[in-house]
């Protein structure tokens, strides 16, 4: 069973930080993703990443697959409340046809 | 309409009730998923169709039934539920199992049993 840790669990904090979350695994993943999901609503997908080493940044936000594949960092620089949210770090494995996903970082950007 | 579509979006249900959650995806995809989200647990992969066919059933308790009619729909029927299953479902699609693409879910039904 391919497990994925989401740390920290929870993170609060206040608005123009800088902040990392971070997914690892003992397994390899052929791919990586990122999701967010805002109170009442599903997960929105963020990002997927498939090489390892591979960085993508999407405006304030920079992901980036480690070298091995098996865990993925993501940064936030200068958080606004709007990033306020669970999120959801996902793999897929090799010949696998589904997801397997974390427990999330519980984000809270105060004002 | 585009997207995942779950209906009802709440539902309150007593244990001897019968209901059942609908989802609706107009995105052609040909895999659909019933995921539950409960309070300090993470995402629980419930069932799995592939072009119509379950793939997948993650040890639900039958008190949990899926329908899988067309690709493009997809049922949860829930009978006899226990308050422990009280938590938000929600309905997933993807192409090609999600692997570049990823999942595109619904809102969910938060659903309470009492």
């Known amino acids: 069973t391919q497990l994925l840790e989401q740390s920290p669990q929870f993170l609060s904090i206040q608005e123009g930080e800088n902040l990392t979350v971070y997914c690892n695994s003992s397994?390899?993943?052929?791919?990586l993703q990122w999701y967010r999901q805002e109170p009442g609503e599903g997960p929105v997908l963020l990002v997927t990443v498939v090489t390892g080493g591979e960085v993508k940044k999407l405006k304030r936000l920079t992901f980036q697959f480690g070298d091995a594949r098996k865990d993925s960092s993501l940064h936030i620089t200068a958080a606004q409340p709007g990033d306020t949210g669970l999120y959801l770090c996902?793999?897929?494995?090799?010949?696998?046809?589904?997801?397997?996903f974390g427990k999330g970082t519980k984000l809270s950007v105060i004002p | 309409e585009t997207g995942v579509t779950q209906t009802p979006r709440h539902l309150v249900m007593g244990m001897t009730n019968k209901k059942s959650l609908k989802c609706e995806q107009h995105l052609g995809h040909n895999a659909m998923y019933w995921y539950k989200q409960s309070a300090k647990k993470p995402l629980e992969l419930m069932f799995v169709y592939n072009f119509k066919e379950q793939t997948e059933n993650n040890s639900v308790p039958s008190r949990f039934s899926p329908e899988c009619p067309n690709s493009s729909h997809l049922f949860l029927h829930l009978h006899t539920l226990q308050p422990e299953d009280s938590a938000l479902y929600l309905c997933a699609s993807s192409q090609d199992g999600g692997r570049r693409a990823g999942y595109t879910f619904g809102s969910g039904t938060r659903l309470t049993v009492v």
């Open positions: 397994s390899v993943f052929s791919s």
């Open positions: 996902a793999g897929s494995g090799a010949g696998s046809y589904q997801l397997t």
